[in-house]
């Protein structure tokens, strides 16, 4: 088993171009990184990606997607993924950095667009037939505006991501059945403090009571919110983002299953494989013995 690679923006780059934002036609794009994505592999920044032609699979983080004409996908920075794509794959891809988004989106947070809103979002919106031009001629002016040398050239890039990124949002939020009401997006805010929570101290803590004071509210309000805005309980949560790192270290990282156990906060190894099993169908030796192929 190989450790997850790491991909930095600046690995994508010529010498003169602006490290901070990076956009390619897929094809190309596959074609001159191949020595970079052929593995599975996670980015210390956010990547969009839409396909316009082909067919295949989207693994991220254990999830897999079809790909298909209209498939666009949302990444944040650290998540794992890997493809599978047919011969005739065809589309748009383009990455920045959390300082680009931070410079040009100063009124803005990344999680302010739900797809890089929670972990427990889908990463994929697919395209309908109607709305497939418009997002085709977004990204195709992004990557001539990339090609150029005018004046407020990352301005333009500004603009055109926000199109992008306002456009998909809402397309996002009318297939998403979570959000048919008002009140889930008014708790929008408080979910992603709570899992911002969760990110840092997961792996120390794992109860509700812990982040709910944190947050100041009640535990009851805290399931509140995540049952409005994702329709699971909190603790779900904090169990799927456990179960996420617990997959990512079984599978990417040469170490025991006890000391993976350890390394994610369990005093005891059969605690560890209770919790797995409950969460996931299958013991973590299980779980391993059927994605070695990763």
């Known amino acids: 088993m190989n450790p ?28 001159e990184s191949h020595k970079h994505i052929e593995r599975a592999h996670r980015h210390n920044f956010y990547l969009v990606v839409y ?22 996908f949302f990444m944040s920075p650290g998540q794992v993924h890997s493809w599978q794509l047919s011969v005739d794959i065809e589309g748009y891809i383009f990455f920045f950095s959390q300082s680009f988004f931070d410079l040009y989106f100063a009124d803005l947070k990344a999680k302010d667009f739900p797809f890089f809103g929670s972990i427990g979002f889908p990463r994929l919106l697919q395209i309908s037939d109607t709305d497939f031009s418009e997002m085709k001629h977004y990204f195709e002016a992004i990557w001539r505006e990339h090609q150029d040398t005018k004046i407020l050239k990352n301005h333009m890039i500004r603009n055109l991501v926000s199109s992008v990124l306002i456009r998909s949002s809402r397309l996002f939020l009318e297939q998403e059945k979570t959000f048919s009401r008002q009140s889930s997006l008014s708790y929008l805010t408080r979910l992603h403090d709570f899992e911002n929570l969760v990110e840092q101290h997961f792996i120390s803590e794992k109860t509700v009571q812990f982040y709910a004071d944190q947050l100041q509210i009640s535990t009851k309000h805290l399931n509140r919110i995540s049952q409005s805005v994702l329709g699971v309980k909190a603790s779900e ?25 350890f ?7 059969p605690y560890f494989t209770r919790f797995f099993k409950k969460q996931t169908g299958l013991t973590p030796s299980e779980f391993l013995m059927l994605n070695r192929k990763h």
Request: proline share 0%.
């Open 237 to 261: 949560i904090i169990s799927k983002r456990t179960i996420l790192e617990a997959k990512r270290m079984l599978v990417y990282l040469d170490e025991s299953l006890v000391d993976i156990a």
């Open 263 to 269: 390394r994610l906060g369990f005093s005891e190894y």
């Open 51 to 72: 396909f316009t032609q082909g067919s295949g699979s989207h693994d991220i983080d254990f999830n897999t997607y079809d790909v298909k004409s209209g498939s666009l």
């Open 4 to 31: 997850i690679t790491v991909l930095h923006i600046d690995q994508f780059q010529q010498l003169d171009s602006n490290i901070e934002f990076y956009c390619n036609t897929l094809q190309n794009h596959l074609k």
